[in-house]
């Protein structure tokens, strides 16, 4: 089974579990090797705490000791996706249509490939960015190769210096 396979193995015996506790499985990070490394990031509405996470990784680690998926080692972690979240699926992007985004594609749009700005919606499949130069471009999902959102410093500055 090829990495990837074993991916979408993992996700398809996960994200079930997760849902049913409450939770959204935003994404799934898996890495082979001698260290092993099965990373989950998780979301509910009203936020993640520590033990939200613990509650996941102990039914998670139950599951995966049940079906044996993984051959080797690994070490499994269960986190929040952070003020800068991950978007990996198209219900992401029309969720956060507003915010402030980074995505990089597959392949060059409109002659580049990174952007930076605001999410203005979504086509059937494609995202729509406001970039920061004031030009919208329409971006294929399939070409999303990664999209997250976005603070910029001088926002970060400001959230952690209220704390």
Known sequence: MSREELKDRLVELIEPLVES??????????????QGKLNLYIDRAGGVTI???ELISNAVSDLLDYHDPIAHAYSLEVSSPGIERPL???EHFERF?????????????????????TLAGTGESSVIIATEEGKKVEIPLSMVAKANLWLPKEDKDQLFKEK
């Open 21 to 34: 506790k409450g939770f959204e499985l935003v994404k799934l990070e898996y890495s082979s090797g001698k």
């Open 51 to 53: 033990d939200h996470c």
């Open 88 to 90: 990996t699926k198209k």
């Open 97 to 117: 249509e507003g915010e402030r985004v980074k995505i990089k594609t597959s392949e060059e749009v409109e002659g580049r490939k990174k952007f930076s700005g």
